[in-house]
């Protein structure tokens, strides 16, 4: 090789060098920005996967559990892995299942994972509880309507026979006065059809949209009216009702509703207190509210039933129907008004429901 030759290939391995210097910081960047994409895409599965709702557990035979997203974390968390893993190998295989673990309704879908030498399940866990409740209520909502319609029917057929009893009986209890026996059949007959009628009240105004139509109101008219009515119970229960109301303060309601919320109120009193018990009723007006209240000295309402007492069907009582205070909140409600208690607990002592309603118009 001569040495014209041989500077040559010098300078040629030089410019390879070069070339190869260049191209492998091309490849360093690119895997840099790869590595980079990798990363994003890697962060963001990451993400979608730990913000879904449902819980997400894959297992292979090779890697065991490999990936639980955040709600497979919490649900194992709340639960226990034991309890969890008891569900999922139950099931075992590929499919669709629904269980229960305490309270929470799940949804389960097992889904197979296959490659040339590996396989597992992924399992999606889902809270369906919310769902189930919705489905109960639903089907409450139409039975109720249904009972509403039929209730509707029969309300009518029977309340004006009713009325015929009650008044034929007054009739008669009048003309009974000198024969007291014969007289306490009579006030039982009396008392029944009342307690008939209060039930079906109680039941249509469940069932049917609460439409209010105001007029102007002395409320003690209104609670003497009611007190008429519930003499027979707080005779029979020897209850001494005490008024202590304001005669001028005015109530603005529907009278035949608001009458019927001071019923299912008074009435409960009347069932919590024992013999020789009091009921006092009284009124103040602040703020451009008036509050109503009704003070028992009867077996007080339990820290447990407390949080319950507006909700229908919830009731201690062998024959209640845990109706009428679900009704005199849906009816104080459609006054733009609101119910109040405070109870001394279940220990005895005093009960305290405050009716709240706009004192004005
Ligand atoms: N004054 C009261 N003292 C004690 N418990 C009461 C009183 N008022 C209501 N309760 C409780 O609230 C429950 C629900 O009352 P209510 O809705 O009127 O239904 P019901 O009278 O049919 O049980 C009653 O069963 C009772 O446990
Ligand atoms: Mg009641």
Excluded: W
């Amino acid at each position: 090789m001569t040495e014209k030759e041989l500077l040559k290939s010098l300078e040629e391995k030089d410019e390879l060098i070069k070339a190869l210097k260049e191209q492998d910081t091309k490849f360093q960047e690119l895997y840099a920005l790869s590595n980079k994409k990798y990363q994003e895409v890697y962060e963001l599965l990451d993400s979608v996967i730990n913000n879904i709702e449902g819980a997400i557990i894959a297992t292979t035979i090779k890697q065991g559990v490999f990936l639980r997203n955040k709600a497979a974390k919490e649900l194992i968390n709340k639960y226990s892995e034991e309890r969890i893993f008891n569900v999922l190998r139950e099931f075992g295989s590929e499919g669709i299942y629904d269980f229960k673990i305490d309270e929470a309704y799940f949804h389960l879908s097992i889904s197979p994972i296959k490659s040339a030498d590996n396989f597992g399940y992924v399992y999606i866990i889902e809270n369906i509880t919310k769902m189930k409740i919705l489905e109960h209520e639903k089907s409450r909502n139409e039975k109720l309507q249904l009972m509403g319609e039929m209730v509707a029917n029969i309300t009518h057929e029977v309340r004006n026979p009713l009325g015929s009893i009650e008044l034929f009986a007054s009739l008669l209890a009048r003309d009974l006065e000198s024969d007291p026996e014969k007289k306490r059949l009579v006030s039982s007959i009396i008392k029944g059809v009342r307690n008939i009628n209060s039930l079906i009240s109680n039941t249509l105004l469940f069932t049917k949209e609460v439409t209010v139509s105001k007029n102007e109101y002395i409320l003690s008219d209104i609670v003497d009216e009611v007190v008429l009515y519930l003499q027979h119970i707080i005779k029979d229960r020897s209850v001494r009702f005490i008024n202590k109301l304001n005669d001028d303060h005015k109530i603005y309601c529907d009278s035949d509703m608001y009458k019927q919320v001071v019923m299912n109120v008074i009435s409960n009193a009347c069932d919590a207190v024992s013999e020789n018990g009091t009921i006092t009723a009284s009124s103040e007006v602040k703020d451009s509210k008036l509050y109503f209240s009704i003070v028992d000295n009867g077996s007080g309402i339990s820290e447990d039933m407390l949080p319950r007492l507006f909700m229908p069907f919830q009731t201690t009582k062998a024959k209640g129907t845990g109706l009428g205070l679900s009704i005199a909140y849906k009816i104080i409600k459609a006054h733009d008004g609101d119910i109040l208690v405070s109870s001394k607990g279940s220990f005895g002592g005093s009960t305290k429901f405050t009716i709240v309603t706009p004192s004005k118009s």
